[in-house]
């Protein structure tokens, strides 16, 4: 258990906002933008989000970036367990007994692991869900992780910059639909599960905040592979003004045979990267043209 103090009154259950002032005082922290912490002050706002999320005791929820420990005792609260990602060492090591000292029927049902959330694999055994508080600098690729090497993960509940949000469950023809959208539908069902004003952070950040509620399901029926159908995805809108025909001119090594894939495929080659799903790019993927010699 950490040595840090934690000036909590035992069995509290949620930290109020005096409680995380205390919290980071007595560790020296302050919140940096390199590593995109925000923290939830609202009590309110952090039940609203376990309520959202749907967990349930029999849960094994993980969380990344717990931070103070705010959402991660509203998880415990549920009967969950919860494993917590935290790249900080200082609050990965101050967590436990924060919630020792704030919940201490709970402590047993917590893990803290001290990593990268873009390097976990089975070190984090097998969540059942996620639910957590993304970085807002890394919120999709830490998504897009998690749901890649965890399988066991069939629901996701995550908090996201509003703006991130809209892009992961943009419908396609949509003006937000775009990479996020296209890979996030790789995995799941996406939705928006409500929006978070910036005044239950701190520090307040410059945008708003959203949830968004994933539910896995299976990819599409192809014989493309997920790394071969998100190489068409990435050429696709890295120049989405363009044609498909022109966009995908440097993936199939030629305009000419970027129009012959899309035909082949039973995709009009003038179209544009966001008229098509997921399905349709997986169906591209499946004729990539062999390399050039």
Do not use: C
């Amino acid at each position: 258990m950490s040595e840090h103090p934690t000036d909590l009154p035992e069995g509290s259950g949620l930290l109020t906002p005096a409680d995380i002032r205390r919290l980071a005082d007595g560790l020296g922290f302050r919140p940096t933008k390199a590593l995109g912490q925000n923290f939830v002050l609202d009590g309110g706002t952090i039940r609203r989000i376990v309520r959202a999320a749907g967990v349930t005791p029999d849960d094994v929820v993980l969380e990344v970036g717990p931070g103070l420990g705010s959402l991660t005792l509203g998880l415990l609260q549920t009967g969950a367990s919860v494993v917590a990602v935290e790249i900080d060492g200082r609050l990965a090591e101050a967590l436990p007994a924060t919630v020792a000292a704030a919940a201490p029927g709970s402590a047993p049902r917590l893990r803290v692991v001290h990593a990268d959330a873009m390097r976990i694999g089975a070190d984090v055994g097998e969540p059942t869900t996620m639910v957590a508080n993304l970085p807002y600098n890394v919120a999709v690729p830490v998504l897009l992780h998690v749901l890649a090497t965890l399988p066991s993960v069939r629901t996701a509940l995550v908090m996201v910059q509003a703006e991130v949000a809209d892009r992961i469950v943009a419908p396609p023809g949509s003006r937000t639909y775009g990479v996020p959208s296209v890979k996030a539908a790789w995995y799941a069902d996406a939705r928006r599960a409500g929006r978070v004003g910036r005044s239950v952070f701190w520090p307040v950040p410059n945008v708003d905040s959203a949830l968004v509620r994933l539910e896995r399901r299976d990819p599409p029926s192809t014989t493309a592979s997920r790394e071969a159908t998100f190489a068409v995805v990435d050429a696709a809108f890295a120049q989405r003004r363009k044609t498909l025909r022109a966009a995908l001119a440097g993936w199939a090594g030629s305009a000419d045979r970027a129009d012959a894939a899309l035909r082949a495929a039973g995709i009009d080659p003038s179209l544009r990267g966001e008229r098509l799903d997921v399905a349709q790019f997986a169906a591209l993927a499946e004729h990539t043209p062999e390399p050039l010699s």
